[in-house]
């Protein structure tokens, strides 16, 4: 900073001194030495002619010898002033440059800061414990007496729980889960879960205690579930809050999937329905 000024100040002492010079030779010519009137007498000797003329050249002289000083003068101002502009130009562009280093590194702060805070909060996962999709897969193909019709109804049942996979306790506000049988990915219609967990707050690595949900479906739909024909999906949102205030959410989706003799809850991603945000 003490450099620039001192910069600065002998740009302006330079230019100052240049000014007061074009100034002053300006002055001088503008001092054209006056010639001396001369009566219109008959009686002019020749010497006077003679001092007229050589008065006559001094005075041409001097006007030419400062306006070659006027030019080297205008020409010099003229140089100052580009260099004044160059350096104006240089120091404009170092101050940008300054100014976008110090927003590249306060981005690169608050990027860092969010990064200890990502890696810091609280993750929850659902965890499948357990479900009933295989009993129901088998149950409805047995011969019942008297016979069942494709309408009976027979329940499935899952269970489940959350686990926080983060490095800090978290705080589970609300959850809402939901299920359905269908061809295709379904978008996901909730029903708020209203039962209590035994404990809110769940600590780094611990898990909540399992949760229970059940959905009746008919004997038609568990016979299509199990030729792959259509599928059981369920799906879930859990609100918590992290221990630095912050409210957050994990979505979960499911869909079923038999092979040989096992039926089995995959995960699945279905636009923003599987995520942890």
């Known amino acids: 900073m003490l450099r620039r000024i001192r910069y600065n100040a002998l740009w302006f002492a330079l230019f100052g001194a240049l000014l007061c010079g ?13 010639l001396p009137r001369h009566t219109a007498e008959a009686s002019t000797t020749k010497s006077q002619e003679n001092e007229i003329k050589e008065r006559e050249i001094s005075a041409t002289e001097t006007i030419a010898h400062w306006t070659v000083i006027l030019g080297v003068f205008t020409a010099l101002l003229f ?8 350096f104006i130009g240089r120091a404009d562009r170092t101050a940008r440059i300054s100014a976008d280093a110090a927003t590249t590194a306060a981005t690169a702060s608050k990027k860092s800061a969010d990064s200890a805070f990502e890696a810091e909060r609280a993750r929850f996962y659902v965890v499948i414990s357990g479900h009933t999709l295989k009993w129901l897969t088998d149950y409805v ?17 899952v269970s489940y729980k959350f686990r926080n996979y983060g490095k800090t306790p978290g705080v589970i506000t609300e959850l809402a889960i939901g299920c359905k049988v269908a061809e295709e990915p379904v978008d996901p219609v909730f029903t708020l879960k209203l039962n209590e967990f035994s404990e809110w707050m769940i600590g780094a690595g611990d898990t909540t205690s399992d949760q229970k949900f059940s959905y009746q479906m008919t004997f038609a739909d568990g016979r299509e579930i199990r030729r792959n024909r259509k599928r059981l999906w369920l ?22 999937v ?11 991603r279905y636009k923003n329905h599987h995520q942890n945000n």
Request: aromatic letters at 20%; charged letters at 25%; a negative charge.
């Open 141 to 157: 193909e047995q011969s019942f007496r008297p016979p069942r019709g494709d309408e009976s109804p027979v329940d499935f049942q």
């Open 79 to 86: 140089g100052t002033s580009l260099g004044g502009l160059y």
């Open 22 to 34: 074009f100034g002053f030779a300006v002055w001088q010519a503008s001092t054209v030495p006056q």
């Open 235 to 256: 799906y879930g949102r859990l609100y918590y809050d992290d221990a630095f205030g912050n409210h957050r959410e994990h979505r979960f989706y499911f869909r079923s």
């Open 258 to 268: 038999r092979e040989g003799d096992s039926c089995l809850l995959q995960p699945y």
